[in-house]
């Protein structure tokens, strides 16, 4: 009886069911961390969100090169200090509207 499954061959429907939840549940991690991070460098999340649902790996690469070469940008880092400290100022010289 090598060829007997008995009650194994009931359950592959849902094994596959299992395997396609876990893929489609790792691909919407992949796609949320992608945006989340871009989101928190000032790019679109729902953008980078559907990038990353296309093209899960190539995206998420992409925006990494994108955020070190943003990273690396001496003027840029420096104007993102600066925005930040205007901001910082606002919120502390109208502590009523924020």
């Known amino acids: ?5 008995g009650p194994w061959l009931d359950m592959r429907p849902v094994f596959g069911l299992m395997l396609a939840f876990l893929l489609l549940a790792g691909l ?4 949320f961390t992608s945006a989340y991070c871009a989101r928190s ?3 679109s999340f729902w953008l980078w969100f559907a990038l990353s649902l296309v ?3 190539v ?3 992409v925006l ?4 070190l070469h943003q ?9 993102n200090e600066a925005r930040a400290i205007l901001a910082a100022a606002a919120r502390a010289a109208h502590p009523e509207e924020h």
């Open 28 to 31: 919407l991690m992949v796609a």
């Open 59 to 61: 995206s998420y690469f």
């Open 41 to 43: 460098h000032g790019r």
């Open 64 to 67: 990494f090169a994108l955020i």
């Open 71 to 79: 990273h690396m940008n001496q003027g840029q880092r420096l104007l």
């Open 1 to 5: 009886m090598v060829g007997d499954v």
């Open 55 to 57: 093209l899960p790996v």
